[in-house]
């Protein structure tokens, strides 16, 4: 897509994704650029199972920023397939962003990603960010700066960000900004993402569903919408939207957690959702849950490709 509106000769249009391990502020970073959420986020590592890509507009440029899964050491089949989408995305993006958190050390997960982005570092500028600097003290930010540099890389930047604060989020979009070649934009002013809104829907389902779980259960549950019908017999100016969705989950005692006692986590759940379904489509939502299980769906090729993976 290619010739949307008139650009300066100067404008630049390109992707950006940001790597890391798990849990180190990606897809905070991602929401905090586009201005809204699109990414989903949480306490619990290995949240995001997407390559989404959220679109910046600027008058000078278009960023396109991919925000990845974490990369770490896979237990599963679907950890082997989420670190295959974060090397593919990494190969094809114009700028990346390298992300660890400034409130924990540099250990033995970034010096693994560290070398696999020495590869790549040759051809494609990696910029090095220290995430959540609002969690940290001075000194830590300081040792995670010089932590960052020892990696040796070949950074073209490193610069400590928070998300939450809007620190130096701007700057980090005028580095990721510079980096990418000349050209019109790539999407139509205004859109947010490419991202079909039933994922997005999913995703948000998925997010709710994790909050206040058991440490072992985030990984087995996986979310489908089913449909997203608009109702037929609403005015046209208060539309409703009607979403069913399905949570998979591995084993029938997760299926209990999930639900709770008498089904008021599901209905937790259900209202958190559908509040921030709401909020990214605009329009009243009743959403219909179900949980199923899905035997050891992470391990199994022919349920990961039913469950989208």
């Known amino acids: 897509m290619t010739g949307f509106g008139d650009w300066p000769d100067d404008h630049r249009s390109g992707f950006a994704c ?41 008058p000078d440029a278009q960023l396109v920023v991919v925000d990845t899964p ?11 397939r989420l670190n295959d989408l974060v090397r593919e995305t990494w190969a094809e993006v114009d700028v990346i962003g390298f992300c660890v958190p400034a409130d924990v050390p540099v ?14 570092a040759g051809r494609t500028p990696v910029i090095g960010i220290v995430t959540k600097t609002d969690r940290a003290q001075p000194e830590q930010i300081a040792a995670r700066l010089t932590e960052l540099t020892a990696l040796d890389i070949g950074f073209a930047e490193i610069v400590p960000v928070s998300a939450v604060k809007s620190f130096q989020v701007d700057l980090l979009a005028d580095l990721l900004v510079a980096r990418l070649p000349e050209g019109p934009p790539l999407y139509p002013d205004g859109e947010l993402t490419d ?3 039933e994922i997005l829907v999913a995703e948000l389902v998925r997010e709710a569903a994790l909050e206040g779980v ?12 089913q449909e997203m019908i608009e109702r037929e017999d609403r005015p046209k100016n208060n539309p409703m939207l009607d979403v069913h969705a399905t949570i998979y989950v591995e084993r029938q005692s997760q299926k209990g957690i999930v639900i709770g006692r008498g089904g008021e986590r599901l209905r937790e759940v259900g209202t958190a959702a559908r509040r921030q379904i709401e909020a990214l489509l605009g329009v009243k939502v009743f959403l219909d849950l179900h949980v ?18």
């Open 214 to 225: 058991r440490d072992e259960l985030p990984h087995s549950i996986a979310v489908v919408v």
């Open 70 to 80: 974490g990369l770490h050491k896979p237990r599963t089949l679907l950890g082997s």
């Open 292 to 309: 199923t299980v899905a035997k050891d769906w992470q391990r199994d090729p022919r349920q990961l490709r039913k469950l989208g993976f």
């Open 107 to 120: 250990g033995r997960g970034d010096e693994f990603i560290a070398g696999e982005m020495k590869a790549v």
């Open 195 to 197: 991202e079909p809104e």
């Open 18 to 58: 940001f790597v890391g391990r798990p849990n180190a502020g990606k897809s905070t970073l991602t929401n905090a650029l586009l201005g809204q959420k699109i990414a989903i986020t949480s306490s619990k590592p290995q949240t995001t199972r997407h390559a989404i890509r959220g679109i910046v507009h600027r």
